[in-house]
């Protein structure tokens, strides 16, 4: 264990949010469910930028290689549209494709909406950065980073991230007994 600060990337990844036409929603919602789940020491690294795969993939970097995060958790551009590419831009910057986030938050998401599976959403890793995909309805954020969040922690210990810690009446993180 250690007692760095963990910065975590918040991305929010939309044409009109990153315009001014809409409020940036997304963003804030991630803090909050953050905030809400964590009790280690952390701070945000946050972004808005437009649905353009080659401005995600140098923000993701940007915030993976030179602002340190070990874990950036994006919102939007997931669906099948035109513009929607950042499962793509994940997939780029990735070493490694961990698809099983992904499959969890699609099966959490179909308890409420019938197009969750209308979301390619997925999830990598670039060095010791876990980068997550979240959909861009604001709504969808609680139900997708509960889903998979008591897997974060150990992911990032893999990764030799730092240590973090859950408020385990909010979100159980689970640690294999020998870890
Ligand atoms: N960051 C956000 N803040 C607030 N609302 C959002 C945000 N992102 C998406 N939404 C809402 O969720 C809906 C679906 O999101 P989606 O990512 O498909 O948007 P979009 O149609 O691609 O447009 P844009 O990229 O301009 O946000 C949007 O139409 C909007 O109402
Ligand atoms: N939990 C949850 N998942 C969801 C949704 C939602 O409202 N809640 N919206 C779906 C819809 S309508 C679309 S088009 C896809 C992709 O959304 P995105 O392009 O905004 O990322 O996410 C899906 N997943």
């Known amino acids: 264990m250690n007692s760095t600060t963990a910065r975590i990337g918040i991305l929010t990844i939309s044409d009109r949010a990153s315009r001014g036409e809409y409020k940036d929603l997304g963003g804030p919602a991630i803090h909050q469910e953050l905030s809400r789940m964590l009790i280690s020491s952390w701070e945000a690294v946050e972004r808005v930028v437009s649905d353009d795969q080659p401005?995600?993939?140098?923000?993701?970097?940007?915030?993976a290689d030179k602002e340190g995060c070990c874990l950036i958790v994006t919102t939007g551009g997931t669906g099948p549209a035109k513009r929607d590419v950042t499962p793509e831009a994940t997939e780029a910057v990735s070493e490694k494709l961990m698809p099983g986030f992904g499959e969890l938050m699609r099966q959490v998401s179909l308890k409420f909406v019938p197009t969750a599976i209308l979301s390619r959403q997925t999830a990598g890793i670039r060095g010791k950065c876990l980068i997550i995909n979240l959909p861009g309805k604001p709504s969808a954020i609680k139900d997708c980073l509960e889903a998979v969040f008591p897997a974060v922690p150990y992911c990032i210990d893999l990764v030799e991230g730092p240590y973090l810690e859950t408020d385990e009446t909010v979100c159980k993180a689970f640690r294999p007994k020998q870890a």
């Open 55 to 63: 401005l995600i993939e140098q923000t993701l970097k940007e915030l």
